[in-house]
T-cell receptor
Framework: QKEVEQNSGPLSVPEGAIASLNCTYSDRGSQSFFWYRQYSGKSPELIMFIYSNGDKEDGRFTAQLNKASQYVSLLIRDSQPSDSATYLCAVKGGSNTGKLIFGQGTTLQVKP | GAVVSQHPSRVICKSGTSVKIECRSLDFQATTMFWYRQFPKQSLMLMATSNEGSKATYEQGVEKDKFLINHASLTLSTLTVTSAHPEDSSFYIC?????????????FGNGTRLTVT
């Protein structure tokens, strides 16, 4: 079992719709959870991070965390073609080393 | 926000030569930096954790004698790919965290595209 799992997609949604990206992790001691966006040929850029169970909203983005189910998701409202990218879920373990373990990423396609 | 600068952005070298990649934290001190590698259509794989003033910690399967890491100051870490081979061609990305504790997000450099011919 991979430490961080994502569906590779592609996930295709029409412009203006809500895109839902999901991620599960295996280390129950994980403390911090991050969503990065990566455009082709570029390095990842941080979108959001979440530490506590529940929802965290930032503009069109909402991160959701359920530690009991070891599940974290990212919702993108009013999806735009510019949101088309690969979204990487990353998890920081409980060992406090600071290192992030990445999922394989989900490719999102927003069609105009 | 925290800025991480990586240089060069792209390098082509011949098989057998060595390549050095620099990673700098521009507006903060980074006691720890991380080096990742990404092959096409794959996720980021952590290679090593670079600690200022001490030896790097390498992930399983990463050859420490091939990928030399030096973290000489709080703002600079370097990765040297020694005796590069075509299979080392990849996208190398450094990252650093700004704050202490386990919760601070990582900020990434722009990456270095290495092509070994």
């Amino acid at each position: 079992q991979k430490e961080v799992e994502q569906n590779s997609g592609p996930l295709s949604v029409p412009e203006g719709a809500i895109a839902s990206l999901n991620c599960t992790y295996s280390d129950r001691g994980s403390q911090s959870f991050f969503w990065y966006r990566q455009y082709s040929g570029k390095s990842p850029e941080l979108i959001m991070f979440i530490y506590s169970n529940g929802d965290k909203e930032d503009g069109r983005f909402t991160a959701q965390l359920n530690k009991a189910s070891q599940y974290v998701s990212l919702l993108i409202r009013d999806s735009q073609p510019s949101d088309s990218a690969t979204y990487l879920c990353a998890v920081k373990g409980g060992s406090n080393t600071g290192k992030l373990i990445f999922g394989q990423g989900t490719t999102l396609q927003v069609k105009p | 926000g925290a800025v991480v600068s990586q240089h060069p952005s792209r390098v082509i070298c011949k098989s057998g030569t060595s390549v050095k990649i620099e990673c700098r934290s521009l507006d903060f001190q980074a006691t720890t930096m991380f080096w990742y590698r990404q092959f096409p259509k794959q996720s980021l794989m952590l290679m090593a954790t670079s600690n200022e003033g001490s030896k790097a910690t390498y992930e399983q399967g990463v050859e420490k004698d091939k990928f030399l890491i030096n973290h000489a100051s709080l703002t600079l870490s370097t990765l040297t790919v020694t005796s590069a081979h075509p299979e080392d061609s990849s996208f190398y990305i450094c990252s650093a965290t700004q704050g202490g504790g386990g919760g601070s997000p990582l900020h990434f450099g722009n990456g270095t595209r290495l092509t070994v011919t």
